[in-house]
């Protein structure tokens, strides 16, 4: 297949296509499938007395009717059975699309299951299965090339569950986040069609033209904590941005009783209502155009720090912070998805910046954010946590989140 | 344990609620004109039925004890089968059951479905929890994707082909254009069929059914109650039923019917050559040669050369579907699985006017239902006797 070109110029006596999105309706088992797509996981139930994987999720084993069922890394193999082209879908999302390829695999995990299947799929290949988040935010299997890391992306099919920056317009919310310049490299060598930086406090000195010398990079003033800058941006650039990387952040130390409430509410003001103004102006533009071609508006992508999962007492407020911008998040990724539009959360460790100086390696610098960005976004993920630091927490709070909190009391 | 026979039980009236493409009634009104339909052929009241099974997939809110009120019925014995194409046979044997058992001395066995302009896309919607988990997001909604994925394979297990699905449908076009109660009034050509569109190859339009609304229905008695009233009856001589079978196949190759199918002549005291008149479930045609298989007309993976080698109208020397089949007079929902059921009971009855197979005192008919995900669950046959069988 080709690879996907730049998108022409809009006809602009043309409606903006309405997004539309597959079936979305799960049980409750079905979304531990949901769980290990939003990280990129390939996981399947699996009976924990007697071994078997089975699919769709159960409520008992078909084997040995326990109720023990539990999500287990599978292996991702599997042999095509059948493929069909549905050239006519009932439905109205797959009928757009049309012909929506299909194939009934076996797994080599065992079970046989339905699958979005990659155009070279046919009885008899090899192909890698896939845990994938669709256009409804809903778990489904993809079936894609077996050797790991082969790029299905001329795959219109595994496009439309992606938010690849490719011929995309990218808005990274502050240009001064350490992060900034890494993810402008990162952004552009992933084929992004503008990267557009967000400076707050112009007047304040920055260094404009170290970001400005790769192709289609600018820094535009934006400040999220006005509302008249907010909304100057939306009216310019609303419907010119398909990627939001929000990077603001306000960290200052200090603990629940010695820190200062005026440093912690301008943490809330720089993580919660900061973007939750950018929000309000500009994700509607982005909801409406979630079906808008091949580089419609995709996803928005929220830097925040693993604290907000796990509060560090010397840095209560902050803390708080983080935790209200991710329960904030939660809720703004309900309403992207009205337009198939993803929320990405990236969860780091304590970052290579001036306000964690004196804080322990390892540290997460620009680079391993703007990686993880990328990444997420080609693979259409809900959750990431980078660095060392924050993958450690994330497997401490799925053991025991009593122990993380005490332990947080030594840092 | 061997079987145990059916002994005195009969089934008479067979009932056919002219199908609609489109209906703004509501099932329960295609309910009760197959209950008038019934009390008027069996010469009694409707209160006289004190058994009634009830199979539809559109009677929401309603389920068969709500429907008990709405038709003056109050029935001692009640059965609700929204069970798809099986559910014809299901609700057969158990209402056959029953009445040898002296639990219910009239059963009427009732399948009926509305079909609005968007009924056919809320019952995909609400089909079943696999479906909603692990088949409509793939763009599977409604059965030809999921059936297109087993006719592939079929065809590349067994070297079926579409010339032979077209034979069969072609030939079910021609009994249909005989019923004047089908939906399909045009001819149909084996050119027209081998050309038409795409819907999820191999699947292609006139492999398809048409929805509809429409009921079939007949009656469960003992034979002496049915001469009492005068009624033309058939004795059911065998019957099969078995969900789930097969698991084990990664794709669906065969129905249950395979696993059962030497208990059905057996207790028919009958072999397939025994057989006037066959009517097959035919959602998809591979499926009616799926059956040919696994009923025992055929070796398995030979239906392609059985096919090519018998004439399936109804004059023809292997008589099949000769009312349309689903294919040709329309799939009533739930209607699909009693519509053989129906159409074999008017044969061995001689009462199928202009699809009558001369000389049909034997027939069979067979139930298929519910792709829950994969394939196919449900599936089941019965083999009825007229006068004579």
Known sequence: ?411 | MARRGYEDVVLTVPVTVPYQRYSVESTAWWAGRALAALAAGAGMSHRDFDGFSFASFSAAPDSAIGLTQHFGLSPRFLDFVPLGGVAGVVSLRRAARAVQMGDADVVACVAAETNGVHTFRYGLENFSRFSQDAVYPYGAGGPNVSFALICQNYMAQTGATREDFGKLCVAMRDNALKNPNALMKKPLTLEQYLGARAIAPPIHLFDCVMPCAGAEAFLVMREETAKAQGLPYAHLLGSIERHNAFAEDPVQMRGGWAKDMPELYAMAGTTPDGIDVVNTYDDYPFVCMMQFEDLGFCKKGEASDFVQAHDFTIAGDFPHNTCGGQLSAGQAGCGGGHMGIVEVLRQVTGQAGPTQVSGAKRGLASGFGMINFDRGLGSGAVILGGEGA
Not at chain 1, 2 to 11: E, F, G, I, V, Y
Not at chain 1, 17 to 38: I, V, W, Y
Request: aromatic share 6%; hydrophobic share 45%.
């Open chain 1, 1 to 411: 297949m080709a690879p996907l070109q730049p998108p022409r110029r809009k006809d602009p006596l043309k409606r903006t296509r309405l997004p539309l999105l597959p079936p979305g309706q799960r049980s409750r088992a079905a979304h531990h499938l949901t769980a290990a797509a939003a990280e990129g996981r390939f996981a399947l139930p699996r009976c924990a007395v007697c071994g078997a994987f089975h699919f769709p999720v159960r409520e008992a084993c078909p084997d040995c009717l326990s109720a023990r069922i539990e999500m287990v890394e599978a292996p991702e193999g599997a042999t095509v059975l059948s493929q069909t082209t549905a050239e006519v879908p009932a439905d109205n999302y797959f009928r757009e699309r049309a012909p929506w390829r299909v194939g009934l695999v076996k797994m080599d995990a065992g079970p046989t299951a339905l699958v979005h299947l990659h155009p070279e799929g046919i009885a008899g290949s090899r192909l890698r299965l896939v845990l994938m988040l669709d256009r409804a935010g809903q778990a489904v299997l993809y079936a894609g090339p077996e050797q790991k890391g082969a790029d299905p992306m001329t795959d219109p099919q595994w496009r439309e569950m992606t938010a690849d920056p490719l011929h995309r317009r990218v808005l990274i919310t502050d240009a001064r986040s350490f992060a900034a310049p890494a993810l402008v490299k990162a952004l552009v060598e992933a084929g992004a069609r503008e990267v557009r930086l967000g400076l707050p406090e112009a007047w304040k000195p920055f260094a404009t033209e170290k970001l400005t010398a790769l192709p289609g990079v600018s820094v535009v003033p934006l400040d999220l904590g006005s509302e008249r800058s907010v909304a100057d941006h939306a009216r310019d650039y609303g419907g010119k941005t398909e990627i939001v990387i929000n990077t603001a952040d306000h960290m200052r130390p200090g603990g629940a009783l010695g820190g200062s409430i005026t440093a912690t509410r301008d943490a809330m003001e720089a993580v919660v209502f900061g973007p939750m103004r950018l929000a309000q102006a500009l994700a509607p533009a982005m909801i409406g155009r979630g079906a808008d071609g091949p580089t419609g508006a995709a996803a928005w992508v929220n830097l925040l720090s693993v604290h907000a999962l796990a509060p560090s007492p010397a840095l209560a407020g902050w803390s708080a912070a983080q935790a209200a911008a991710l329960a904030w998040s939660h809720s703004l990724r309900a309403d992207l998805a009205q337009g198939g539009v993803k929320l990405l959360n990236l969860f780091c460790g304590p970052a290579d910046s001036d306000w964690f100086q004196t804080w322990p390696q390892p540290k997460v610098g620009g680079s391993a954010v703007a990686t993880a960005a990328v990444s997420g976004l080609k693979r259409g993920l809900e959750e990431m946590f980078v660095g060392d630091v924050a993958k450690d927490v994330q497997a401490r709070l799925a053991a025991n989140p009593k122990a993380v909190e005490r332990e947080m009391r030594q840092g």
